[in-house]
């Protein structure tokens, strides 16, 4: 499974910016896919995942501030951020699996498939 970010960049505070994740054009109706944050020395955090069916979950800490979306004409996997904080500066990875999204989240398990990431940085 190919997945490629872009969309990464620095921003200040209270800044938006929108994060891109093109897949091969059966992923997104095969996978659940999703964004996660990774800073240095930690594993990566989920943020947001979508099941194929296009069921929404997002973790409380970015509810109301991030939101995740897909472009199936363009086969893309999107997540917008508004109202950035200097927490949420780090690198940021579109990732897919097989499994159910509700049961990747809640055990937090690992996804299979990485694409190389884009970074964002927020300036306070």
């Known amino acids: 499974v190919l997945l490629e970010e872009s969309g990464g960049g620095s921003v200040n505070s209270g800044g938006s910016l929108r994060l891109s994740c093109v897949a091969e054009p059966y992923t997104h109706t095969r996978y659940c896919m999703g964004w996660f944050r990774k800073d240095s020395d930690k594993e990566p955090v989920w943020l947001a995942t979508?099941?194929?069916?296009?069921?929404?979950i997002i973790a409380d800490s970015v509810k109301g501030r991030f939101t995740i979306s897909r472009d199936k004409r363009k086969n893309t996997l999107d997540l917008q951020m508004n109202n950035l904080k200097p927490e949420d500066t780090g690198m940021y990875y579109c990732?897919?699996?097989?499994?159910?999204?509700?049961?990747?989240?809640?055990?937090?398990?690992?996804?299979?498939?990485w694409g190389q990431g884009t970074q964002v940085t927020v300036s306070s």
């Open positions: 979508m099941e194929n069916h296009g069921e929404v």
């Open positions: 990732a897919a699996d097989e499994r159910a999204c509700t049961w990747l989240t809640s055990s937090n398990s690992r996804f299979r498939y």
